[in-house]
């Protein structure tokens, strides 16, 4: 069966750090990887998605990055965090089929002090 | 630009009773499809139903069915004989491209 792992849980990192949160997805080959912050009242936003290695396309510019090193790794960075970066986020993964269902990871729940 | 509409950030319901949750959404596309996903206390995003935008027919899950009509890009989610469980954010997404997109979300209480 397929599995979604993300981590850390919980992160508090100060103003101007660096941020790297990882995501791995088990059990399925090729699938498309996405990231979402999730903000009060605001839903969840894609930040990056992935269809394959090396391929990742933005929604919205900002502070952060993405990166695909491997085909089930999927990384979330920041060079230096802003303390609007703060929140809550997500990994998901969907096979590459169109109209499968996104699978979620626990998510991060990030705050920039 | 994709977007999804959830027009109630609160929604009550009675245990035992019926309630619906509102979603329209706005796109060009003729091949999309819907879903609905449930977040609960615990931030676990858990897929409750999803809906083909090429079927006319309305999706239903046990107590969960919505009411799909592609003409208005109206998606709407009815959960009957609401349970404790059921609290939680509710979030209406809709799916083209290789891309979800989310509503703001529903927060449902239910009232024993």
């Known amino acids: 069966s397929q599995t979604i792992h993300q981590w850390p849980a919980t992160l508090v990192q100060p103003v101007g750090s660096p941020l790297s949160l990882e995501c791995t997805v088990e059990g399925t080959s090729n699938p498309n990887l996405y990231w979402y912050r999730q903000a009060a009242g605001r839903g969840l936003q894609l930040l990056f998605y992935s269809v394959g290695i090396g391929q990742i396309s933005s929604e919205v510019p900002q502070n952060l990055s993405a990166s695909r090193p491997q085909d089930r790794q999927f990384i979330l960075s920041s060079k230096k965090l802003l303390l609007s970066d703060s929140g809550f986020y997500l990994c998901?993964?969907?096979?590459?089929?169109?109209?499968?269902?996104?699978?979620f990871g626990q998510g991060t729940r990030l705050t920039v002090v | 630009a994709q977007t999804v509409t959830q027009s109630q950030p609160e929604m009550s319901v009675q245990e035992a009773e019926t309630v619906t949750l509102s979603c329209t959404y706005d796109t060009s596309e003729s091949d999309y499809y819907l879903f609905w996903y449930k977040q609960p206390p615990s931030r676990q995003m858990i897929l409750v139903i999803r809906q083909e935008a090429y079927k006319q027919q309305n999706a239903t899950e046990n107590r969960f069915s919505v009411n799909f009509q592609k003409a208005a890009k109206s998606f709407s989610l009815k959960i009957s004989d609401s349970q404790l469980g059921d609290a939680a954010m509710y979030f209406c997404?809709?799916?083209?491209?290789?891309?979800?997109?989310f509503g703001t979300g529903t927060s449902l209480t239910v009232i024993p």
């Open positions: 997404a809709y799916y083209t491209g290789n891309q979800f997109y």
């Open positions: 998901a993964w969907s096979v590459s089929i169109g109209g499968a269902e996104a699978f």
